[in-house]
């Protein structure tokens, strides 16, 4: 039995968003750093709830916290190539949504890193769990498998 996680395939995601890698984004060894990994799947995510109208950085009552992440590595990213980030929900509770993302070199069909993060959404004034407003559920509704 193989315990071990593997690649999706860019068919797993429900929504893509392209992030250029830049210089500094490479290491001594020549690819990607892994903690970079980590910020990509927070601007894929961000950027694509902002786009749709179910996040508002700056004045949203509701924001999301994350507390938890993780990611496996199955091949190497480097300068200058463009990552493609494919996103998608496997789980959304009442106030938390689990997402899911595939890290993907530019038209590969495997994904070369892939991980998820939960964000619990909060009220921005006392930091309490809240239910997820209207427009961002129709969005976890949409990237849900």
């Not at 250029?20 to 601007?43: C, E, K, L, M």
Request: with cysteine; charged share 15%.
């Amino acid at each position: 039995m193989n315990s071990r996680p593997q690649p999706h395939a860019r068919s797993a995601y429900r929504a893509f968003r392209s992030i250029p890698t830049r210089w500094a984004d490479n290491d001594i060894y020549g690819h990607v750093n892994n903690v970079v990994y980590y910020s990509w799947f927070d601007t894929a995510v961000n950027t694509l709830l902002i786009e749709r109208g179910a996040l508002d950085i700056h004045q949203g009552d509701t924001v999301g916290f994350v507390v938890e992440t993780q990611c496996n590595y199955f091949a190497p990213l480097a300068f200058p190539q463009t990552v493609e980030a494919g996103i998608r929900v496997t789980h959304a509770g009442s106030s938390s949504v689990r997402y899911e993302i595939g890290l993907f070199a530019q038209g590969a069909e495997a994904a070369a890193a892939q991980g998820h993060f939960v964000h619990v959404y909060v009220d921005r004034a006392t930091n309490r769990p809240v239910k997820l407003p209207d427009a961002l559920q129709r969005v976890v509704t949409e990237l849900s498998v």
